[in-house]
């Protein structure tokens, strides 16, 4: 069965960067388009970015549009989410999600920005 682990998430200051990792295994990883998502405390999980299955096509919400690059390394089955300029409204869980013939979701990271 396809599972997904992500890292890269702490504790940070505004201003600072982060790089978000999600590695995925049981899963022709090629084959899927892969995703962020996040979710505040007391909000729904909204769209942060997502990238083709060849690393085509990254696709942003504006609310992050300019801060956050997605690229994938399908030597690896890795997905990165990097981010800049952290804003303490990024503070949120972020997950990673694959879409392809199954559909998977990892358990989350935490990223905390304070101000």
């Known amino acids: 069965q396809g599972q997904l682990v992500e890292s890269g998430g702490g504790l940070v200051q505004a201003g600072d960067s982060l790089r978000l990792s999600c590695t995925a295994s049981?899963?022709?990883?090629?084959?899927?388009?892969m995703a962020w998502f996040r979710q505040a405390s007391g909000k729904e999980r909204a769209f942060v970015a997502r990238i083709t299955s060849t690393g085509g096509g990254p696709y942003y919400a504006d609310s992050v549009k300019g801060r956050i690059t997605m690229s994938r390394d399908n030597t690896k089955n890795a997905v990165y989410l990097q981010m800049n300029s952290l804003k303490p409204e990024d503070t949120a869980v972020y997950y990673c999600?694959?879409?392809?013939?199954?559909?998977?979701w990892g358990q989350g990271t935490q990223v905390t920005v304070s101000s």
């Open positions: 999600a694959a879409r392809g013939p199954y559909d998977y």
């Open positions: 049981g899963l022709t990883f090629s084959s899927y388009t």
